[in-house]
């Protein structure tokens, strides 16, 4: 990093190295990634914790000089490093501790049910056995006594201590897990034809058993995609206002809620007004569209989803015209003040188009605090009108 003290970019080139889970808490700046999952320093501490001990034995040198080509700092706010060689670190070597799987409930339940029968065959071919031993040996022993002992006595006993052994042996339900496993599988097949895939059985087992579901509407109601979904201009005269409500003195403004809208309401140079200062004011990009997708497809934002649907709303604004990244290149920022939770607003100073005496500042941000900053109102046509407290409402 470049500091503010130092007279030149040779004399005081610091490496800047941030760990993973750092919070950069504002500013703007471009960094290399250089390590991620378990070959970061936080990864490695969690790998430690979570997995033993690492090896005593040596290993290589796990880091390479790192180079630092150029660095550059503006006002405090941007900072550029490249990095021409990163360092390699080599993987640590952790002994991991074998982890057996949790069981599902109802696999805890089909146990419970089996030690259950177990049990009551256990007791249930006692009970055979010993009374079936004891009726034999009453009736023969007792009621009519004989003298001597004969071999075909021990063969009723053995019969009656495998009638108690067959019992015990159907009493568990060896096929019980494999007949659950099954039925499972066929439940799996019927959601899957009602395009809900489930990839683990044990899945299906804890969504039987839930009662109650919470869901985020985000993705699951909605689209999850943010879109601008009005857009208040004034107008030329003040009698142009549209009121909302039943008050001839009403100064609510009228509401754009698509871009054709805008586009019918708006000439061109107000327009690029308007698309100027959303990629000025903005740090997010809009990733090109996939092969295969549609050509009015929405386009995925890379950073700030609320940007990303300003820029994909300033894009439809201009037919598709809007070049933010040239904008940005060319507009030749002075200052950049960015989004805090004290200031809530972001606000952008740079020369005015065609005219570098003139700075123009782009803010956006809680309405409340911007309202309260503006003093005039920009009509349709480019002119300005006050902006009095009743507006401001």
Sequence with gaps: MLMQSSESPDDEILPVRLYSGTRVMEGFAKMLVLCVG???????????????????????????????????????????????????????????????PERTPLAQKIEALNLWLGKMGVVVASLIFIVLCTRFSIETFVQEPRESWDASYLRDYLSYFILGTTILV??????????????????????????????????????????????????????????????????????????????????????????????????DAMIHTLCEGVALNSTAELLPLAEGDATDAPRKALGS???????????????????YATLRTNANIRRALPFSSDRKRMSVIAPRRNCENVWRTYTKGAPELVLARCKELQTRSGGTIPLTNERRQ
């Excluded at 290589?60 to 670190?89: H, P």
């Excluded at 142009?240 to 708006?266: E, G, R």
Aim: glycine share 6%.
């Design 305 to 323: 989803q609320t940007e990303g649907a300003l820029l994909a709303f300033a894009a439809a604004c201009s037919d598709g015209e809007f070049d």
């Design 38 to 100: 378990e070959h970061s320093q936080y990864g490695q501490i969690t790998a430690l914790i979570n997995g033993g001990a690492e090896d005593d034995e040596e290993r290589d040198e796990d880091e390479k000089k790192t180079k630092q080509s150029s660095a550059s700092i503006q006002d405090g706010n941007y900072c550029s490093i490249d990095v021409v060689e990163a360092k390699e670190l080599s993987k640590p070597k952790i002994k991991k501790k074998p982890t057996r």
């Design 170 to 267: 159907v009493a568990i339900p060896e096929g019980l897990p494999l007949a659950v496993a099954i039925a499972l599988a066929l439940a799996v097949r019927r959601m899957l034809r009602g395009r809900s895939l489930v990839r683990h059985l044990a899945a299906c087992e804890t969504v039987g058993n839930a009662t109650t579901l919470c869901a985020d509407k985000t993705g699951t109601l909605t689209a999850n995609q943010m879109s601008v979904a009005r857009l208040w201009l004034a107008p030329d005269n003040e009698s142009d206002f549209k009121s909302l409500i039943d008050d001839v003195h009403s100064t609510v403004p009228v509401d754009f809620n698509s871009a054709d809208a805008v586009k019918a309401a708006l000439n």
